[in-house]
């Protein structure tokens, strides 16, 4: 059964260091997020991206955070300057369809990023 | 915030049906109610979704009140695998993508 697939599993950092975070969608979806849990905390949604644009943004998404599309496959969330309290579990998700219409979104097992 | 409200807890034998209640009062005419769930620390997992009719399919069924303001997720044969948070998303607004996760029902099943 496809899957999505995060890289790395686990990422530790300074504060005030850059960070990629790696993404594989499922082959044949069109519509791409980012969320993210901090330990104990609700899920919350980052971004989504379709068509090589940033379809809905957050609160939490400042100029701080980047998404690409850089290669037709990876899907990727870069956080240019971490600080503390981007440690957190962040999930990447795609889904065949979007625009309002019914989506189920296919979950990765999600990339947990501690910022020291 | 969340358009959902769903007890915090509830506790399910092994092997008998689990009832997951979910109020949407403030649901509009054409927005579906998701169901995922998430089992530990991983990915959240879709389940069903719903807009007026029940629906049902391998993993659950869902029952939609005709006003459309309440839902039940049934798991008809509980197991110990289906221990997990499980959560009732109605989209913020009809043409929206983004999933809006509340605190959700953490569903313990026990043998």
């Known amino acids: 059964e496809p899957e999505v697939t995060q890289t790395p599993s686990h990422q530790v950092t300074q504060m005030g260091q850059e960070v990629i975070l790696r993404c594989v969608p499922i082959s044949n979806h069109l519509y791409f997020y980012w969320y993210r849990q901090i330990l104990g905390q609700k899920v919350e949604f980052l971004v989504s991206f379709y068509n090589n644009e940033i379809s809905e943004k957050s609160e939490i998404f400042d100029d701080q955070f980047s998404v690409e599309r850089p290669d037709g496959s990876n899907f990727t969330l870069k956080i240019r300057s971490t600080k503390l309290e981007d440690s957190a579990m962040y999930f990447c998700?795609?889904?065949?369809?979007?625009?309002?219409?019914?989506?189920?979104?296919?979950f990765g097992p999600g990339t947990r990023l501690t910022v020291l | 915030d969340a358009k959902t409200t769903q007890p915090p807890s509830m506790d399910c034998a092994e092997g008998r049906a689990a009832n997951l209640p979910c109020n949407h009062s403030?649901?509009?005419?054409?927005?579906?109610v998701y169901w995922y769930r998430q089992i530990h620390s991983q990915g959240p997992q879709y389940i069903i979704h719903g807009l007026k009719n029940n629906e049902t399919n391998e993993m659950a069924s869902l029952i939609i009140t005709e006003d459309r303001k309440s839902s039940t997720l049934i798991l008809p044969h509980a197991t110990l695998r289906d221990t997990a948070v499980y959560y009732c998303i109605v989209p913020l607004t009809y043409n929206t993508d983004k999933l809006i996760f509340g605190t959700g029902t953490r569903l313990q099943v026990f043998p």
């Open positions: 403030t649901i509009s005419g054409n927005e579906y």
């Open positions: 998700a795609s889904s065949e369809e979007g625009g309002g219409a019914f989506n189920e979104q296919f």
